[in-house]
């Protein structure tokens, strides 16, 4: 592997392990002057308005971040001790994620839609000590501090209001504060054995509460084969569906490990295709849902475009044309579409084929349970 600068490849990088966090480490060092995290602009003249246009971080920024915090946290837990995540998708989700890998915690992604109930199920299920949160989360967690013994510190990755009162048994923590002891203080990076849990990812139980996947750092890892490097051929992602769910994330480390971009959507559904047709990803998963709505908006217009119409090759014309413009919706870049979550049915499956004939159409479910078996 060499490292890649703005003209040219100088330096080889030398893999020193197999495990998760050698390669994030690979990752950081290879592409240091690439995109990697990526955010939409907020209109400077109406913050409740987005522009057309994305910040970027680059990996040497992402990557000195991820280095300090995991160093910073090592103030708060040690090894082998349980994390919880629970915010919107944002870079500091991912960051918390890989530092929780350099430094062998055992990370505990929380779907910020679960009840209070079922979060504090998760908390004392695993005895968190340490919540990473946003700021649309603190209050919750606050509130429920007292229901979960076991919490000592939440870290913010927002501004805290100066108004926080002190809590009793609690320690609030600003996560750039965190990241500025890190890159102070440097701990011995631990690294995660093979057979050692990972992760524990939670889903909605059929009945009662939720149920925890426990993942090794083997199983973990085989969803992100090693790799065939190309300078060349930079994936790019949309990053949507919650980070607390398997699929997301797993793409998402996916694509961070190949020198990819992630872009980070606003979490405003309405806008979801437009901000496909921005960021122009490389592959783009949807549940049925998604898949579902299209192919009812198409046969609505189909119907519409061809009601008055009889002449079976007329019908077939307009049907073609209109393919061609639903096909639109999925830009030319990417090349493959995964339907996640649960199946689609057959019809649907066949619409997509049919529309989507620049991309591999496949589908994908069941990854919490069992990873990324094809």
């Known amino acids: 592997m060499v490292r890649e600068i703005a003209y040219g490849y100088v330096e080889a990088v030398e893999c020193a392990g ?59 837990i040690k090894p082998r001790d349980y994390i919880g995540i629970c915010a919107a998708n944002r870079p500091e989700w991912l960051i918390t994620d890989f530092a929780c890998i350099l430094q062998s915690f055992v990370s505990v992604p929380i ?10 199920f998760i908390i004392n299920n695993t005895l968190i000590s340490v919540m990473v949160c ?61 057979d050692e849990c990972i992760t524990i990812i939670y889903t909605s139980g059929s009945s009662g509460f939720p149920k925890g996947a426990m993942i090794s750092e083997k199983a ?3 969803n992100f084969p090693q790799p065939n490097l190309s300078f060349r051929n930079e994936p790019v992602k949309l990053c949507y569906r919650p980070l607390s769910w398997a699929t997301d994330r797993q793409s998402s480390i996916g694509v961070f490990l190949a020198g990819g971009r992630i872009a980070f959507s ?27 709505k299209i192919y009812s908006e198409y046969k609505t217009t189909l119907a519409l ?48 084929k049919r529309c989507f004939r620049h991309c591999q159409i496949m589908e994908s479910y069941g990854t919490t349970e069992s990873g990324g078996i094809t």
């Open 111 to 120: 779907y910020r839609l679960f009840t209070d109930h079922e979060i504090s």
């Open 18 to 76: 197999e495990d998760l966090a050698a390669r994030i480490h690979v990752a950081i060092n290879t592409y240091q002057d690439r995109f990697c995290m990526g955010t939409r602009d907020i209109n400077s003249n109406n913050s409740q308005h987005y522009t057309d246009s994305y910040s970027w971080q680059t990996f040497k920024t992402i990557g000195e971040r991820i280095i300090n915090f995991s160093h910073g946290l090592r103030r708060l």
């Open 266 to 292: 606003t979490g405003d559904v309405t806008h979801l295709m437009e901000e496909v047709s921005l960021v122009r990803p490389t592959s783009f998963s949807g549940p049925p849902t998604i898949w579902n």
């Open 220 to 222: 973990f890892r085989s």
């Open 305 to 352: 475009m061809t009601r008055d119409q009889s002449n079976t090759d007329i019908i077939a014309t307009i049907e073609e044309t209109l393919l061609q413009q639903f096909a639109k919706l999925i830009p030319i870049r990417c090349k493959l579409i995964a339907v996640g979550g649960s199946m689609v049915s057959p019809v649907v499956f066949d619409f997509m």
């Open 134 to 194: 946003d700021k649309e989360m603190l209050s919750r967690l606050i509130q429920l501090h007292t229901e979960c013994p076991s919490l000592r510190h939440i870290v913010c990755m927002d501004s805290i209001p100066l108004t926080m009162p002190k809590i009793n048994g609690l320690s609030i923590h600003e996560m750039n504060a965190i990241e500025r002891y890190g890159s102070i203080k440097r701990y011995e990076y631990v690294q995660t054995k093979p």
